[in-house]
């Protein structure tokens, strides 16, 4: 089962770029809209906003369902 998804998936160019490139546009996408991940750095522990870890927390989120929406090709 696990071959024939991946047979799939290959065998569709345009999706597997679409896949392929998914997590980098998501990353970059998050330090657009994300304020505390703008600087390239990491996040400290007692930053200025604390609101920050729930941001990044909900990013992920949202980045992990747009990732296991196009995965499901059924």
Known sequence: M???QIRLVVA???YFAFLALLPFI???A???SCPA????????RRGDDPNEPAQIITLLNISA???GTALNDS
Request: no cysteine.
């Open 2 to 4: 696990a071959r024939r």
């Open 12 to 14: 569709d160019r345009g």
């Open 26 to 28: 998501l990353g970059r």
């Open 30 to 32: 998050s330090h657009w």
């Open 37 to 44: 991940m703008r600087a390239w750095a990491w996040p400290t």
């Open 65 to 67: 369902v747009f990732m």
